[in-house]
């Protein structure tokens, strides 16, 4: 297997669960040293990850707040000196219209899925530069490209990242750091079971439903991280800005 990640320094939120495990299961499998970041840890995830030879810092963050990000990029900068590749994807949902939320909710979404996106961004970006380059890769969502019913902040949120990674493609290309966003369909992630639950459905309907895609089915967590790793690597060294949908051609016949 090819090592594209050896002692590359990966800060990973949303680490704990679903699409974040999954990734830095599969960059700890490339010799990444492997940051979670997430707000409730998964010492389990720690432990294995550890115990397989990974080194692997956990650390306990709301990426909606400044005070905490400043807390994780400075621990990992004393602890390891550098950062080469930022994945931004801690994210929640809220299956609402807009007549149904209410502000504290709207808030609440957009600043765990986009303003955090700002916030570890800006941190990580001068040492990046001053090292010579690096990665970010921001999980958006199918639902960054087109909209969802009941799904108005959320769909905000996320065709927000999109726009802001194209934003941040733009001013940071010349100091050769590269970012792009990944934008899934529906994903098996303890995070599409509660969607359906919040829509009044049984835990598995979102999956069963994701039947009519031209693959046939959902995502798995790992097929997310496939993609994530090939656009953090030197795999993608021509491609900044990009909106990679990986949905299994749920979004194939949109225009
Ligand atoms: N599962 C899907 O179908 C799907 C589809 C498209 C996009 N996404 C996106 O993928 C990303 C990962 O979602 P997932 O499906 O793996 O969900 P998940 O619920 O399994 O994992 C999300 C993780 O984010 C963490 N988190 C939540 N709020 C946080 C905060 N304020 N600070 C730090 N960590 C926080 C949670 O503790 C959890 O570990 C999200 O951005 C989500 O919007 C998921």
């Given at each position: 297997m090819s090592m594209r990640f050896d002692r590359h320094v990966v800060i990973i939120t949303?680490?704990?669960?679903g699409i974040g495990a999954a990734t830095a299961r599969a960059f700890a499998r490339e010799q990444a040293i492997v940051v979670l970041a997430d707000l409730r840890p998964n010492e389990a995830l720690h432990h294995q990850l550890e115990g397989e030879g990974t080194a692997v810092l956990s650390v306990t963050v709301d990426v909606a707040s400044s005070a905490d990000c400043e807390r994780l990029v400075n621990q990992v900068l004393e602890r390891?000196?550098?950062?080469?590749v930022l994945f931004n994807n801690a994210g929640i949902t809220r299956r609402a219209t807009v007549e149904e939320l209410d502000e504290a909710q709207w808030d609440h979404v957009m600043a765990v899925n986009l303003k955090s996106v700002f916030l570890l961004s800006r941190l990580v970006i001068g040492p990046m530069r001053r090292q010579g380059g690096g990665s970010i890769v921001n999980t958006a969502s199918g639902w960054g490209l087109v909209g969802g019913d009941q799904a108005a902040v959320y769909c905000a949120s996320k065709g927000g990242v999109v726009l802001l990674t194209k934003a941040m493609a733009i001013d940071h290309g010349p100091h050769k750091i590269r970012v792009n966003c990944i934008c899934p369909g529906d994903t098996l992630t303890p995070m599409l079971s509660d969607e359906a639950r919040q829509l009044g459905l049984h835990g598995d309907a979102l999956a069963a439903a994701a039947s009519s895609r031209p693959l046939g089915r959902a995502g798995r967590p790992e097929e997310i991280a496939d993609a994530v790793l090939f656009l953090a690597?030197?795999?993608?060294?021509?491609?900044?800005g990009e909106a990679l949908v990986v949905d299994g051609g749920g979004l194939a016949g949109s225009a």
């Open positions: 949303g680490a704990s669960s390891f000196g550098r950062i080469d690597s030197g795999q993608s060294s021509f491609i900044t």
